[in-house]
C-alpha cells in the first residue's frame, strides 16, 4: 500500500522568494512519484515525476523535486515564485508493482504576495 | 498527440435526477481511464477507474456507476442525484503500467440543488 501525505493545506510566499511545498511518501516498494499543478477550474496537470533515474527531476516553470530515499520525501521547490505559480499542488505516488494506481495528497495551495 | 475531451463542463441539477458525464480520449489505444471527484479541501478522490472494455473498478460505494462501452470512452452516471454528489468531477488517462503520466481533463462542476 502507498500514502502520500503533504504538510499544509496552504503555503503563502512574496513574489520573487523560494517556494517549498512538502510532500512525504510511504511505499512498501520503489515508487514512482509525481507533482502536478491545478488552476482554477481546471484539470491537473503534469509538473515533473521521479521514476527512478535521477533523484533531482526538473519539471516544467522553473520547479524542480528531489527524491530523498532515506526522508521518504519528494519536496518541491522554485527559486523565485512568481504571481503565475499561485495554484493547487498536488503531489502523487505510485507502486513499481502490484496496483499501480497512483494515490493523491490532499493538495497544497500557494499563494503568492505581491 | 493524445487529447482528452469531458462533458459537459458545467451541470445544474435538481435532486433526484439522473446524471450523465462523459469523456472521449484521442489518440491511444487501451488506455487506463479514471473518473475522480473533487471537494474543497479534499483532494482528489478516486471513484472509478477501468484497464479496458466493460472492465470498471469502483473505489467508493455510492451513488455513482461507470461504464466504458467503447475502448476510449468513459461514462460516469447516477440515477438519482443527491446533494453530497455536488462537486468537481475529472476525467483522466494513462497509459497500462507502472509510472506513467495520469492526463487529466478539464472537469465538470455539477451541482445538485
Known amino acids: 500500500a502507498q500514502s502520500v501525505t503533504q504538510l499544509g493545506s496552504h503555503v503563502s510566499v512574496s513574489e520573487g522568494a523560494l517556494v517549498l511545498l512538502r510532500c512525504n511518501y510511504s511505499s512498501s516498494v520503489p515508487p514512482y512519484l509525481f507533482w502536478y499543478v491545478q488552476y482554477p477550474n481546471q484539470g491537473l496537470q503534469l509538473l515533473l515525476k521521479?521514476?527512478?533515474?535521477?533523484?533531482l527531476v526538473k519539471g516544467i516553470n522553473g520547479f524542480e523535486a528531489e527524491f530523498k530515499k532515506s526522508e521518504t520525501s519528494f519536496h518541491l521547490t522554485k527559486p523565485s515564485a512568481h504571481m503565475s505559480d499561485a495554484a493547487e499542488y498536488f503531489c502523487?505516488?505510485?507502486?513499481?508493482?502490484?496496483?499501480?494506481?497512483?494515490?493523491f495528497g490532499r493538495g497544497t495551495s500557494l499563494i503568492v504576495h505581491p | 498527440s493524445q487529447t482528452i475531451h469531458q462533458w459537459p463542463a458545467t451541470l445544474v441539477q435538481p435532486v433526484g435526477s439522473p446524471l450523465s458525464l462523459e469523456c472521449t480520449v484521442e489518440g491511444t489505444s487501451n488506455p487506463n481511464l479514471y473518473w475522480y471527484r473533487q471537494a474543497a479541501g479534499r483532494g482528489l478522490q478516486l471513484l472509478f477507474y477501468s484497464v479496458g472494455i466493460g472492465q470498471i473498478s469502483s473505489e467508493v460505494p455510492q451513488n455513482l456507476s461507470a461504464s466504458r462501452p467503447q475502448d476510449r470512452q468513459f461514462i460516469l452516471s447516477s440515477k438519482k442525484l443527491l446533494l453530497s454528489d455536488s462537486g468537481f468531477y475529472l476525467c483522466?488517462?494513462?497509459?497500462?503500467?507502472?509510472?506513467?503520466?495520469?492526463?487529466f481533463g478539464e472537469g465538470s462542476w455539477l451541482t445538485v440543488v
Open positions: 521521479y521514476t527512478s533515474a535521477a533523484t
Open positions: 502523487a505516488v505510485s507502486l513499481s508493482g502490484g496496483s499501480y494506481i497512483p494515490t
Open positions: 483522466a488517462w494513462s497509459l497500462q503500467g507502472p509510472g506513467n503520466t495520469i492526463y
